[in-house]
């Protein structure tokens, strides 16, 4: 499939440790800098330095949210990235390369892998050339793909003599800056915004940024003066930048989850360090003092402890103390977290877990996309207690989310899990700057303030933490709350707290806590239950109506695909629907939702054949986590189900695809997707 | 407001076995909290898992009864978000030094100032008197199908080399020598650890109270009897470090002396250094006002329940333009 040409993507690859991250933030910068909606993605190896990364990049004038398997520009520096990318480049497309690499041969490259190596020598062999760097060239051209040649050496030393400059070393790690400028020279990039770009990846280090900026610019005027007219297909990137909208921020998961937790109240977090979690701790500790709007300054205290039991045991510590507290984590993390959920659980505390998931099990893909963690989110942990999994569709969404989870372990006094994986924190995303200053913080039946007031009608003899009456939640105070004293255990206990056995207490117990489920899904408003995402006008030619139901993350590549599908037909509604609450599941309202609408289609402008429904699950594990899910909540029978668990987030091409074979009944039931590098 | 004993105690139902040592340990405890008069409220007592783990249940204080292992970072979360609060942490030998060893070993690096205290009596009791990690090597207590084919690990040794700001031993049926090292405990300023050496009448045959409660004959003189326990401070041992300098010194001294067994077992203060920078200090060293405005304390919402804080800051960084 061709995506339309009102989105261009770009590729930059190379091995880990060699910039390839600095030059992509550059790119993206100046890209989102002159007006255009940006999404980046980073893909990389768990490795130090040596190993393939790649960081895509789309943008376009209109909104974009996932990546496209097709790469319109291809930057490289080294022969594994032309090995590995090149097959994805379009017709038309442009490949900017170093001459000097294609002696490598393909066999020497020991960090490629199979499956890489099986694609090209395949599209060689089928158009008849050697299985070298030289014949993917030949190939290319065939495919007519511009072909930029980067001379880096002697671009280099020339580059040297031109600031006097003869620390080659030192110089050497310019190659990244100079072949992004190429790319930007390509597009005929407004020169300034590239220096901006530059500054701002280089904030802090003033001497490199102006080396840098030299680079780029040398660079810049080396492409132009050999390399003619950009082609025309990409020459809208020149007229409409800077014509967009310009008050939009650009974002990674890895910030905004943080930002949310800011401004939520939380003051305390604690994780050990994993891929891809830690970075939301690193950034809060980064920005641990805080502004508040009153005159004291507030501040997060970040703690990194001995292991993920220690992590989940502090932040429930510090809970108990009445501050907002959070610890992050993955998978592997998570696993070990598990009986201490359970404490939290029985002790009815309020706790935030922010679970960035990861391929698993075991280490599995550690820095590789899945949601593959649902169903152990909703079932870690031995007994039975209630708690929250709630997830976050994407980027912009996790900053709201924070908020809202935190409000919910406060009101139903009880641990919440909050879903996020690997994409969202490693995605990056032109939004809309947050609007925080009315959101609203809510704590429940949270006592502030030092101290009791006994004399208050109706005073018990002690507080009774988990007092017995009509509200299974109860009154909650900070430790060291004069006439508060409380006792928690993680065996069964008594209204004060204290240990029991006693059957008739072990009955009233376990109702108070379960029975918040049912509270859980009363209180909570629908739309933050369940998102509709999607739903197109009700057109009198409809004969089939799509519902689409996802969790997390895949919902950019879902809406990117369903806005392009609708232009091109109108026998077929949609309606998507994005999971927000996956426990307690929301099965009487997502039954409610698909059958009034079937209700609504079926009864609208006198149909005479009924509508055919078709019921499509779209996630990222193999045994389709959610579809389970609904089966278990619901009478509702899925039709198709669009997977993966090759551990690369699903691509707009890939949803695309899919989503047109199941408009013409070509579809398998189950469909598993492989598409990425 | 003036408390009483009494103040510091529970109704509940102890159920510990007739004679355990758990019972001088809490009495020492309580009596602690009342003479440095804390106020009940100012306190919170957290424990693991085991007969020792139900400690809190009988103490009028906040009481955190965790899980095994983990009474460590329960406790220490506490302390940071609120270091207001009198923090003491109980466990048995098997719950610190066995199943939560790791949290045991990295404690010793924070130096939160907090006190621990294992209830050390070689067995895991309450599941009926398997070895625990202080029991000896080749030792046969009667619930034992074989003798312990494991080494013990030697408390004192492993928290001086953990970085233990305050380390120190009682034994449990010396209520007024356990009190004064509990409280000298408290009162210091750092992690503080207390080995209480304990018998478990119930399945430990051999480390009874007779035994610790020995003596053995001069060799010299046979009607000088040597007690078994004694006090280092009786000895000329000093285990305070006035100044930097002493520290390796004194810490070296502090293990071997923690080697001493069977005949002589010593209490008292091993090891105390006022020195190391605790844990909060080093948060206060970034964070001004994390003393007097800790996480706990922090205002989070105004009075319409917005958020009482401005990241505009941050979002300008990530603009665009």
Same mark, same amino acid.
């Given at each position: 499939m061709v995506i339309s040409r009102e989105s261009i993507s770009w590729v930059i690859g190379g091995p880990q440790g060699s910039g390839v991250d600095s030059a992509s933030h550059i790119f993206l910068k100046s890209i989102a800098m002159s007006g255009l909606n940006v999404f980046g993605k980073r893909e990389y190896h768990s490795n130090i330095k040596g190993e393939h990364s790649y960081f895509s990049v789309r943008f376009s004038n209109q909104i974009v949210r996932s990546p496209v398997d097709d790469i319109d520009i291809l930057v490289t520096f080294d022969a594994e990235t032309i090995v590995r990318h090149s097959p994805f480049l379009m017709k038309g497309g442009i490949l900017i390369y170093d001459p000097d690499v294609l002696g490598k041969k393909i066999e020497d490259i020991h960090t490629l892998d199979k499956s890489s190596e099986r694609r090209i020598s395949h599209i060689l062999k089928n158009n008849s050339k050697e299985f070298s760097l030289a014949g993917i060239i030949e190939e290319l051209k065939e495919r007519k793909v511009i072909l930029v040649k980067l001379p880096y050496t002697k671009l280099i030393n020339k580059f040297s003599e031109a600031i006097q400059d003869h620390s080659l070393s030192k110089l050497a790690r310019i190659t990244n800056v100079m072949s992004l400028a190429a790319s930007l020279a390509v597009l005929d990039f407004d020169i300034p915004l590239m220096e901006r770009g530059i500054l701002d990846t280089f904030a802090n280090k003033p001497k490199i940024?102006?080396?840098?900026?030299?680079?780029? @610019?040398?660079?810049?005027?080396?492409?132009?003066?050999?390399?003619?007219?950009?082609?025309?297909?990409?020459?809208?990137?020149? =007229?409409?930048?800077?014509?967009?909208?310009?008050?939009?921020?650009?974002?990674? #998961?890895?910030?905004?989850?943080?930002?949310?937790?800011?401004?939520?109240? $939380?003051?305390?977090?604690?994780?050990?360090?994993?891929?891809?979690?830690?970075?939301?701790?690193?950034?809060?500790?980064?920005?641990?003092?805080?502004?508040?709007? /009153? @005159? /004291?300054?507030?501040?997060?205290?970040?703690?990194?402890?001995?292991?993920?039991?220690?992590?989940?045991?502090?932040?429930?510590?510090a809970a108990l103390t009445g501050v907002r507290a959070c610890t992050t984590t993955s998978g592997p993390g998570f696993s070990l977290m598990?009986?201490?959920?359970?404490?939290?659980?029985?002790?009815?505390?309020?706790?935030?877990?922010? &679970?960035?998931?990861?391929?698993?099990?075991?280490?599995?893909?550690?820095?590789?996309?899945?949601?593959?963690?649902?169903?152990?989110?909703?079932?870690?942990?031995?007994?039975?207690?209630?708690?929250?999994?709630?997830?976050?569709?994407?980027?912009?969404?996790?900053?709201?989310?924070?908020?809202?989870?935190?409000?919910?372990?406060?009101?139903?006094?009880?641990?919440?899990?909050?879903?996020?994986?690997?994409?969202?924190?490693?995605?990056?995303?032109? $939004?809309?700057?947050f609007e925080y200053k009315n959101l609203k913080i809510e704590r429940g039946k949270l006592l502030e303030g030092n101290s009791i007031e006994t004399k208050q009608q109706g005073f018990p003899d002690h507080f009774r933490r988990f007092e017995l009456n009509d509200d299974p939640i109860t009154m909650r105070v900070p430790l060291g709350t004069e006439n508060g004293i409380f006792w928690n255990t993680g065996d069964e206990h008594d209204e004060m707290g204290h240990i029991t056995e006693d059957?008739?207490?072990?009955?009233?117990?376990?109702?108070?806590?379960?029975?918040?489920?049912? &509270?859980?899904?009363?209180?909570?408003?629908?739309?933050?239950?369940?998102?509709?995402?999607?739903?197109?006008?009700?057109?009198? @030619?409809?004969?089939?109506?799509?519902?689409?139901?996802?969790? #997390?993350?895949?919902?950019?590549?879902?809406?990117?695909?369903?806005?392009?599908?609708?232009?091109?037909? /109108? =026998?077929?509604?949609?309606?998507?629907?994005?999971?927000?609450?996956?426990?307690?599941?929301?099965?009487?309202?997502?039954?409610?939702?698909?059958?009034?609408?079937?209700? =609504?289609? @079926?009864?609208?402008?006198? =149909?005479?054949?009924?509508?055919?429904?078709?019921?499509?699950?779209?996630?990222?594990?193999?045994?389709?986590? &959610? /579809?389970?899910?609904?089966?278990?909540?619901?009478?509702?029978?899925?039709?198709?189900?669009?997977?993966?668990?090759?551990?690369?987030?699903m691509s707009h091409t890939e949803i695309y695809n899919s989503l047109i074979n199941i408009i013409n009944n070509q579809s398998d039931r189950r469909v598993v997707l492989r598409d990425g590098v | 407001m003036e408390y009483k004993l009494a103040d510091f105690k529970t109704p509940v139902h102890n159920d510990w076995c007739a004679g355990c040592g758990d019972f001088g340990i809490l009495n020492a405890i309580q009596m602690s909290l009342y003479e440095l008069e804390i106020p009940p409220h100012q306190a919170a007592i957290f424990s693991g898992i085991g007969c020792s783990g139900k400690t809190p249940h009988f103490i009028n204080t906040f009481g955190i009864h965790t899980l095994h292992g983990r009474v460590l970072p329960f406790a220490q979360g506490a302390k940071l978000a609120n270091p207001n609060l009198k923090i003491l942490a109980v466990g048995g030998d098997g719950d610190g030094l066995g199943i939560g060893s790791g949290h045991f070993v990295n404690s010793g690096r924070r130096n939160i100032d907090l006190t621990y205290i294992i209830y050390n009596n070689g067995v895991y009791g309450l599941t009926k008197g398997q070895a625990s990690p202080t029991l000896k090597l080749g030792m046969k207590t009667k619930s034992l199908p074989q003798p312990n084919v494991n080494d013990s690990i030697n408390?004192?040794?492993?928290? $001086?080399?953990?970085?233990?700001?305050?380390?120190?031993?009682g034994y449990s049926y010396d209520i007024k020598h356990l009190k004064e090292v509990i409280k000298k405990g408290i009162e210091h300023e750092g992690l503080s650890f207390i080995d209480v050496l304990q018998p478990c009448p119930t399945y430990n045959d051999i480390n009874t109270k007779e035994w610790y409660q020995s003596f053995t004959l001069d060799e010299n003189n046979p009607s000088i009897r040597i007690p078994k326990i004694y006090k280092l401070e009786e000895e000329g041992y000093n285990g305070v470090v006035d100044n930097d300098e002493e520290s390796s010194n004194k810490i070296i001294k502090a293990i071997e002396?923690?080697?001493?067994?069977?005949?002589?077992?010593?209490?008292?203060?091993?090891?105390e250094n006022k020195n190391t920078p605790t844990y909060e200090e080093r948060i206060q060293s970034r964070i001004d006002n994390y003393k007097k405005y800790p996480p706990a304390l922090q205002r989070i919402r105004d009075k319409n329940g917005n958020p009482n804080i401005n990241i505009d800051k941050l979002l300008d960084e990530l603009r665009s333009k």
């Open positions: 940024a102006e080396l840098n900026v030299k680079a780029a @610019n040398f660079t810049y005027s080396y492409v132009k003066e050999n390399f003619g007219a950009i082609p025309e297909k990409f020459s809208f990137v020149s =007229k409409i930048q800077n014509e967009a909208n310009s008050n939009s921020i650009i974002a990674q #998961g890895n910030q905004t989850s943080p930002l949310g937790k800011m401004v939520a109240g $939380c003051r305390f977090q604690t994780y050990y360090p994993i891929t891809p979690a830690t970075d939301d701790s690193e950034y809060l500790e980064s920005n641990q003092i805080l502004d508040q709007n /009153d @005159n /004291d300054i507030g501040s997060v205290a970040v703690v990194q402890t001995e292991d993920e039991i220690a992590a989940i045991t502090m932040a429930i510590g598990a009986e201490a959920l359970g404490w939290a659980g029985i002790n009815e505390v309020p706790l935030l877990v922010s &679970l960035y998931q990861r391929a698993g099990p075991s280490t599995g893909l550690p820095t590789r996309q899945e949601q593959g963690d649902l169903l152990f989110a909703i079932n870690a942990g031995h007994g039975e207690f209630p708690r929250i999994v709630y997830s976050s569709g994407d980027i912009e969404e996790s900053f709201y989310d924070t908020i809202r989870v935190f409000n919910y372990a406060d009101i139903f006094q009880t641990p919440v899990i909050h879903m996020l994986d690997k994409y969202l924190s490693n995605s990056i995303i032109t $939004c809309s700057p059957p008739e207490t072990r009955i009233s117990m376990m109702e108070k806590r379960s029975s918040k489920l049912e &509270l859980i899904q009363n209180r909570i408003p629908k739309e933050e239950q369940i998102a509709i995402e999607f739903e197109n006008n009700i057109s009198r @030619n409809v004969k089939k109506l799509i519902v689409i139901v996802s969790w #997390g993350s895949t919902k950019g590549a879902i809406l990117d695909s369903l806005e392009k599908i609708t232009d091109l037909d /109108d =026998k077929t509604q949609f309606l998507y629907l994005q999971i927000k609450l996956l426990n307690p599941f929301p099965g009487k309202l997502l039954e409610d939702i698909v059958n009034n609408k079937m209700k =609504k289609l @079926n009864t609208g402008d006198n =149909k005479i054949s009924k509508i055919e429904t078709i019921i499509t699950i779209i996630e990222m594990n193999y045994l389709s986590q &959610l /579809d389970v899910l609904i089966k278990q909540n619901t009478t509702l029978q899925s039709d198709h189900n669009i997977l993966k668990y090759n551990g690369r987030p | 408390p004192i040794a492993l928290a $001086c080399i953990s970085g233990f700001t305050y380390i120190a031993r002396k923690s080697k001493e067994w069977e005949n002589r077992i010593p209490v008292g203060v091993f090891y």
